[in-house]
């Protein structure tokens, strides 16, 4: 371990099989507080599946997973948010119907203490409740960059003001660690370069990024760490430049075969 370097997230010889599909085989990676870590590798490479089993939404068949020092594998998905885990989806997964700052309303709703009945009767920690997550729903919007946007529904909003809001509702549940799914898909370079610069606010406001990219260069341009995944094994791990030179990284990217890169 790095020294002065403290695990937030331990991916411990994690195998994960559909059938006889190896999705995942004896990944191992730790993610560090503070960090940002890019999980990259060709389509079908197990990213996706990777994000899905530390989230919750599958179940390892061989291996833990540990976050903040305690395993998750087996805990339910609102359990391991409650810890301080979010994530944002490849497809937009945001409630068309409601508005932009209801979205994320229902993000921070991941912490309220009101009960059912406190709702109903509307006691005074109920309305505190409202007020409070009325406010913060603001601030997160303002933070994303589209607070002109807040009372719009999100149907209504472009499809990179939707992945921003994706991320403010993600925000709301107070991460530790952001789980980002491929936010830039779809972006032109200066969406992109504006997608950047919001990766590195998040983790200015001491929260850890976990991404996973298809565009290299925002992959290098934004990550301390990178994880290479191919065929659901990891082939490499390191610093942006050091992967970048990695033959075998070159060799899945390209298609050649390892000893020709
Ligand atoms: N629910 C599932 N049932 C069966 N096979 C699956 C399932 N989910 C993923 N797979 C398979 O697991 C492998 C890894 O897929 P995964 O989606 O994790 O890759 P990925 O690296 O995220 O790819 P992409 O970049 O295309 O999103 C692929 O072979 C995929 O077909």
Redesign the pocket.
Known sequence: MPPGREPLLEVDNVTLR??G?V?LDQVDFTLYKGEILGLI??????????F?AMTGIYQPTEGEIRFRGQRIVGKKRHVITQMGMARTF?NIRLFPEMTAMENVQVGADAHHKTSVLSALFRLPRHWREERDGREKAERLLEFVGISHRIHEYARNLSYGEQRRLEIARALATDPVLLCLD?PAAGFNPAEKEELLQLIRKIRDQGITVLL?E?DMRLVMGVTDRIVV?EF?KKIAEGLPAEVREDHRVVAAYLGVPDDAA
């Open positions: 559909f059938g599909v999705a590798g060709p389509n079908g490479a197990g990213k996706t599946t990777c899905n490849q491929e996973i298809h995944l659901g």
